[in-house]
RNA sequence: GCGCUGUUAGCUCAGUUGGUUAGAGUAUCACCUUGACAUGGUGGGGGUCGCAGAUUCGAUUUCUGCACAGCGCACCA
C-alpha cells in the first residue's frame, strides 16, 4: 500500500501528474497484451490517423471513446489489445509534400519518382510520430510495441497478397472506362472520393441541323464544351416528336460532323427538349449509350482539364474558357436557341474541391458484387451490429447498390500495383514478389505498373494485416475478430464496408462484431470544424490548459451516440470543475484519515443511516453504469457517476460524515466513517478512470488501496449486497425535509448558520423515531436546531413556517422573520398547485377505463399520490386559516 | 428524387421498453467567504416538449401527415 494522508494541492492541476502517470503506465508495459491462451481477448484497432496529420477534435473523441472501452474491459479483467498505428494516406500525403516542393519552386517531376519517393519517407518519419504522441498525451492506452504502419513490411506484404488472389480470381481487372477523373491531383478517383454540390448553372438550348434539310433538332446540355465529342443524339423510341425523325443524320455545328440520331430508353422525354446530345468519351451515360450503339467515343478534354486537339481552334484552352468562347460562337452563328437557368449537381474532388470530369482512361477495379454479398449477410444475420442500429441501413443500402471500385490512382505514394508487364510479348502478371523475368516468355525486359493503389485498399485489411496475415499467427488466433470498431459515420463507406468485405474474404471471419458510430464534433454554431474555416480548437490546446481527463470527460457526455456535438468551452469549464469537485473531495478524506486502521471492518451495528444509504447509492450507481457501457451508452455512464459524486456523496454523505470524522474522541464512529468514505470513493474512482484515467491514478494513488495501478484495479462489480432500502426509504425523508426548511428558511432570509427550532409533525411512528435517532441530520444541514419531534396527532404549533415533505409536516417558529402577508401568499401557491395536482389525480382515478385498464401498480401509485396530496393540502389549509386569524 | 437525423428552459443537450408536479449543464436572480472545494455552497425564476391528426384509460415517448433545420445517397443531359 502506498503512503496514505499526504495531501494534494489544493486545486486540481493536471499538470502536475499527467504526464507523470502515463509514463508510469508505459513503463510498467500495462498497455501492453501478450497472447494468453484461455484468457477472454477483448481487442480494438485503432482507426489509423492519416501519418501526416496532426489530432484535431475528432480524433480526439474517436479515441476517448476507444480508451475507455478498453480500460473498462481491461479492468474487467479480460485479455486487452488496442492495436495502433497510422494511414499512409496515399493523395493526402503526397499533396502535402508536393506543396513543400512547390515552396522550393519544384515539382514531384523535377525529382523524379524515386527522389520524390525517399521525400515523402522523410516526411513520414518526421511528422509520422507527432500524432502517435498527441494519442498519448490524451491517455489513450494503444499497446505501442505493436505499433503498425499501411506501408510497413508487413502490411505491403498483406496488400500484394490480396490483390494476387483477388487478380487470381478474376475479381480485379483493368479496363478502360469512364473514371472520375480529377484535373488538379491529376489521378482517377473512387466514387466515394466525389463529392457532389448542386450549383446553380445553366441549359443551353442548340439546334443541331439535319444534314439533308433545313429542319433541325433542338438539344439542351450543360456542358456545352464537350460537344466537340458529341458522336450522336438521342431521343426516347416513344417521343412522338422525334419517332419519324430517328435514323436521319445531323451536322454537329461548328465541327461540321456528321452524327445519327438515335432511339434509347435512356433519355427522359420530360427533360429539357427531349433530346440529349451524346458524348461518349465525357459523359458516364452517354459512355453506355455509346457502347450500346456503337458510337465512336471522341476524347476532346485532356487530363488536366484543357481542351484537346478534337476541340480544333479551342484547343488548349481551359474547359470553362473554351465553354465561354464556344457558346459565342454558337450564338453568332444562329445555332443557339436559349439559355436557362439550371440547377445541378456537379461532382467536386473530396481532396482539392476542383470540379471532377468524367473522362475515359484504362485503371485497376475491383469487382464488389460478390465481395458484398457477404458483407451484407453478415450484418442482417447480426454477426456485426452496428450501435446505433440506424447506421445498418446506410450501410446496406450502399452495398446493395455498390458498383466496382476504381482502385488505381495515378499517384506515386503509396503501394504500388503489383502487376509487370513484358515488353516483349505483352503479357501482364500480379505477383507477390517482384517480377525479373517474363514468365511466358522469359524476357527480361519487364516493367512494373507505374500506378499505385487507393489508400482505403490497404486500410480494409487493418484488423488483419495488423496481426501478422497472411501467415496464422497466435494474435489472429486471440484477437481477430476484434470486438469493436469505433469510428464516425463519415467513413462507414469508405472503411468499415471495405473491412467487412475484406475481413470476410480473406480473414475468415468478420472483422469486429460491434461498430460504433460516433458523431462529428461541430463548432459552437454547429459548423464542421475546418482548416479553410479557421474554426477549429485544436485539442492539445484543450488539453493544455485543462488537462486530458476534463477534455475527455467534456467529449463523452451531454450527447447521444452517433450524434454531432458542438464544442463550448463553457462545457470544458464544466467539466473541469467536476474534475476540481473530485479533486477536494478526495483530499478531504485524506486530510482525514487521522488514525485509519486498514484492517478495521466495522460490523453491522457501527454503520449509521448514511453509511448505508451512501453504499446502496454507490451500488446502483456501480450496477447501472456497467449497464450503460454495455450498451454503449458512455455519456449516460459518465452522468450517473458525475450525479453520484457530486449531488449524493459530495453534497450529503461528505458533510455528515465530517461529525463523525473530527471527532478524536470516538474512533470507533470515525474508523467507521472513513472505511466507508474509503470504500465508496476508491471505488467509485475505479468506476470513473476509463473516463478520467490521470486523475482517478493520482488520488488513488495517495488513498488507502491494493495494488499498483488503478488501471488494472477489479472492475466493481457483485456490489448488490449494499443495496439497502430500508436505508434509503427514511434517508430519502430526512434529505426531503431538510430540502424544505432550507427553502422556507431562505425565503424568508434566515441568517445561514444562526440555529433555529423545527418541529415535526409524523404520522409514521418508524419514521419519527428515525429522525429521532438523527436529528444531528437536520442541525448540520439545515440549521435546525432544537428539533422537536411529535405525532401528527399532536396540536400543531402556531406562528410558525409550514410545508409538508416525504411524509413529515414541518413547523418552523421564525416569530420574527415571519411576514403573514408574503407567508400566505406563498402557501396559497402551494395550495393552489396542490389543487392542480389533487384535480388531475381525481380525474384519473374517477375514469373508469384508467381503473379497469391501467396496470394495478400504476392505479396504487396514482391514489397514493393523490392521498399524499390531500394530507399536504390540509395541513396548509390549516395553516392558512390560522394565518388569515392573525392578519 | 430516395433516405436518415433533429425540433424539449435564453443557450447546449438528456429523457432507455407509454404512467411521480418533464431533467442536467450553462446563463440568470437572491443570499452565503462555515475548518474539501468561490473551479464552491444554499435557495429561486424560467418549458402549452415544432404543428395537426390517429391509436390508447393515459402520448415528450407509438403511428400518419405537414413545417422548419441539418446530413447522406443519387448518371437525369
Redesign the pocket.
Known amino acids: 500500500m502506498a503512503e496514505t494522508g499526504k495531501t494534494i494541492s489544493?486545486?486540481?492541476?493536471p499538470k502536475l501528474f499527467e504526464k507523470k502517470w502515463y509514463q508510469f503506465w508505459e513503463d510498467n508495459k500495462l498497455f501492453h497484451a501478450e497472447v494468453e491462451e484461455g484468457k477472454q481477448p477483448y481487442s480494438i484497432v485503432i482507426p489509423p490517423p492519416n501519418v501526416t496529420g496532426q489530432l484535431h477534435m475528432g480524433h480526439a473523441m474517436d479515441n476517448a471513446l476507444q480508451d475507455i472501452l478498453i480500460r473498462w474491459r481491461r479492468m474487467q479483467g479480460y485479455n486487452t489489445l488496442w492495436m495502433p498505428g497510422c494511414d499512409h494516406a496515399g493523395i493526402a500525403t503526397q499533396a502535402k509534400v508536393e506543396q513543400t516542393l512547390r515552396a522550393e519552386g519544384k515539382s514531384r517531376y523535377d525529382l523524379g519518382r524515386e527522389k520524390f519517393l525517399e521525400r515523402v519517407w522523410a516526411w513520414k518519419e518526421q511528422y509520422g510520430s507527432r500524432i502517435m504522441s498527441q494519442l498519448r498525451s490524451l491517455g489513450s492506452s494503444c499497446d505501442w510495441d505493436r505499433e503498425r504502419f499501411t506501408m510497413d513490411e508487413g502490411c505491403s506484404r498483406a496488400v500484394r497478397e490480396v490483390f494476387v488472389r483477388l487478380y487470381d480470381e478474376g475479381l480485379i481487372y483493368q479496363g478502360t472506362r469512364i473514371t472520375n477523373w480529377c484535373p488538379n491531383c491529376n489521378t482517377a478517383l473512387s466514387?466515394?472520393e466525389?463529392?457532389?454540390?448542386?450549383e446553380q448553372g445553366h441549359?443551353w438550348h442548340i439546334r443541331y441541323k439535319f444534314e439533308d434539310s433545313d429542319e433541325y433538332v433542338e438539344?439542351?446540355?450543360?456542358?456545352p464544351e464537350?460537344m466537340f465529342g458529341d458522336t450522336g443524339v438521342?431521343?426516347?423510341p416513344d417521343d412522338e416528336r422525334y419517332k419519324h425523325l430517328v435514323g436521319r443524320t445531323l451536322i454537329l455545328p461548328v465541327v461540321g460532323r456528321r452524327i445519327p440520331l438515335f432511339a434509347d430508353e435512356?433519355?427522359?422525354?420530360?427533360?429539357?427538349?427531349?433530346?440529349?446530345?451524346v458524348?461518349p468519351a465525357h459523359?458516364?451515360?452517354?459512355f453506355?449509350m455509346g457502347m450500346r450503339h456503337d458510337l465512336e467515343q471522341v476524347i476532346v478534354i485532356k487530363n488536366d482539364g484543357t481542351m484537346g486537339e478534337g476541340a480544333g481552334k479551342y484547343a488548349g484552352l481551359d474547359r470553362y474558357e473554351c465553354r465561354k468562347q464556344l457558346v459565342k460562337e454558337l450564338e453568332e452563328i444562329g445555332a443557339l436557341v436559349s439559355v436557362e437557368a439550371?440547377e445541378?449537381?456537379?461532382?467536386h474532388c473530396s481532396r482539392c474541391n476542383a470540379t471532377i470530369e468524367p473522362l475515359v482512361s484504362k485503371q485497376w477495379f475491383v469487382k464488389m458484387e460478390s465481395l458484398a454479398k457477404p458483407a451484407i449477410e453478415a450484418v442482417n444475420d447480426g454477426r456485426i451490429r452496428f450501435v446505433?442500429e440506424?447506421?445498418t441501413?446506410?450501410y446496406t443500402?450502399?452495398l446493395e447498390?455498390i458498383?466496382d471500385w476504381c482502385i488505381s490512382r495515378q499517384l506515386w505514394w503509396g503501394h504500388r500495383i503489383p502487376v509487370w508487364y513484358c515488353d516483349d510479348c505483352g503479357e501482364a502478371t500480379a505477383s507477390r514478389d517482384d517480377i525479373t523475368v517474363c514468365p511466358k516468355c522469359g524476357s527480361a525486359h519487364v516493367h512494373q505498373d507505374e500506378d499505385v493503389l487507393d489508400t482505403w485498399f490497404s486500410s480494409g485489411l487493418w484488423p488483419f494485416e495488423t496481426m501478422g496475415w497472411p501467415d496464422k499467427t497466435p494474435e489472429l488466433a486471440q484477437f481477430y475478430p476484434t470486438n469493436t470498431l469505433v469510428t464516425g459515420?463519415?467513413i462507414?463507406?469508405f472503411w468499415v464496408a471495405r473491412m467487412v468485405m475484406m475481413g470476410l474474404k480473406f480473414g475468415g471471419d468478420v472483422p469486429f462484431r460491434h461498430v460504433f458510430i460516433h458523431g462529428l464534433v461541430?463548432d459552437?454554431?454547429?459548423?464542421?470544424m475546418s482548416k479553410s474555416l479557421g474554426n477549429g480548437i485544436d485539442p492539445v490546446e484543450v488539453i493544455d490548459k485543462y488537462g486530458a481527463d476534463t477534455l475527455r470527460f467534456m467529449l463523452v457526455?451531454?450527447?447521444?451516440p452517433?450524434?454531432?456535438?458542438?464544442f463550448?468551452w463553457?462545457?470544458v469549464?464544466?467539466?473541469?470543475?467536476?474534475?476540481?469537485?473530485?479533486?477536494?473531495?478526495?483530499?478531504?478524506?485524506m486530510?482525514?484519515l487521522a488514525g485509519f486502521d486498514a484492517s478495521f471492518v466495522p460490523g453491522d451495528k457501527d454503520f449509521e443511516l448514511s453509511d448505508r444509504w451512501i453504499l446502496s447509492r454507490y451500488a446502483k450507481t456501480a450496477a447501472g453504469v456497467t449497464e450503460?457501457l454495455e450498451?454503449f451508452?458512455l455519456?449516460?455512464a459518465a452522468?450517473m457517476i458525475?450525479?453520484f459524486i457530486?449531488?449524493e456523496?459530495?453534497?450529503?454523505y461528505?458533510?455528515l460524515a465530517?461529525a463523525r470524522l473530527?471527532d478524536k474522541e470516538n474512533e470507533r464512529p470515525r474508523r467507521t466513517a472513513q472505511y466507508v468514505l474509503g470504500y465508496v470513493l476508491e471505488h467509485t474512482l475505479r468506476l470513473l478512470h476509463p473516463f478520467m484515467p490521470f486523475i482517478t491514478e493520482e488520488i488513488w494513488q495517495h488513498i488507502p488501496h491494493e495494488g499498483q495501478s488503478i488501471m488494472v484495479a477489479p472492475w466493481p462489480k457483485d456490489e448488490e449486497k449494499w443495496l439497502d432500502e430500508a436505508a434509503e426509504a427514511p434517508m430519502t425523508a430526512i434529505m426531503e425535509t431538510?430540502?424544505a426548511i432550507?427553502?422556507m428558511?431562505?425565503?424568508v432570509?434566515a441568517?445561514?448558520?444562526k440555529k433555529s427550532e423545527a418541529i415535526l409533525h409524523f404520522a409514521d411512528a418508524g419514521l419519527q423515531e428515525v429522525f429521532g435517532a438523527h436529528a444531528e441530520y437536520l442541525r448540520v444541514?439545515a440549521d435546525a436546531d432544537p428539533v422537536t419531534l411529535a405525532a401528527a396527532t399532536a396540536a400543531k404549533p402556531e406562528n410558525a413556517l409550514t410545508a409538508v415533505a416525504g411524509g413529515v409536516e414541518i413547523y418552523l417558529p421564525l416569530k420574527d422573520l415571519i411576514d403573514i402577508g408574503k407567508e400566505t401568499a406563498r402557501l396559497q401557491?402551494?395550495l393552489d398547485?396542490?389543487d392542480?395536482?389533487i384535480k388531475?389525480?381525481a380525474a384519473?382515478l374517477e375514469?373508469?377505463?384508467?381503473?379497469?385498464?391501467?396496470?394495478a401498480a400504476?392505479?396504487e401509485?396514482?391514489r397514493a399520490?393523490k392521498q399524499?396530496?390531500e394530507e399536504?393540502r390540509a395541513a396548509l389549509a390549516q395553516r392558512l386559516e390560522y394565518l388569515a386569524k392573525m392578519a
Request: charged fraction near 35%; aromatic fraction near 12%; include cysteine.
Open positions: 489544493k486545486t486540481y492541476d466514387d466515394l466525389v463529392e457532389h454540390e448542386t441549359l438539344i439542351a446540355t450543360t456542358r464537350t438521342a431521343v426516347h435512356y433519355v427522359d422525354p420530360a427533360f429539357g427538349t427531349g433530346a440529349v446530345k458524348t459523359d458516364p451515360n452517354d453506355d439550371h445541378h449537381a456537379v461532382g446505433p440506424r447506421f441501413k446506410i443500402g450502399w447498390n458498383r459515420y463519415d462507414i463507406f461541430r459552437s454554431q454547429g459548423r464542421k457526455t451531454g450527447n447521444t452517433g450524434n454531432d456535438m458542438r463550448y463553457e462545457r469549464e464544466s467539466a473541469r470543475n467536476f474534475a476540481n469537485k473530485l479533486w477536494n473531495a478526495s483530499r478531504f478524506m486530510m482525514n450503460n450498451k451508452e455519456g449516460e452522468r458525475y450525479e457530486w449531488s456523496l459530495c453534497d450529503w461528505i458533510e465530517k473530527y431538510i430540502k432550507r427553502n428558511r431562505a425565503e432570509g441568517a445561514p448558520g444541514l401557491k402551494e398547485n396542490l392542480r395536482e388531475r389525480t384519473k375514469n373508469e377505463g384508467f381503473v379497469a385498464k391501467a396496470p400504476v392505479v401509485k396514482e399520490k399524499e396530496y399536504k
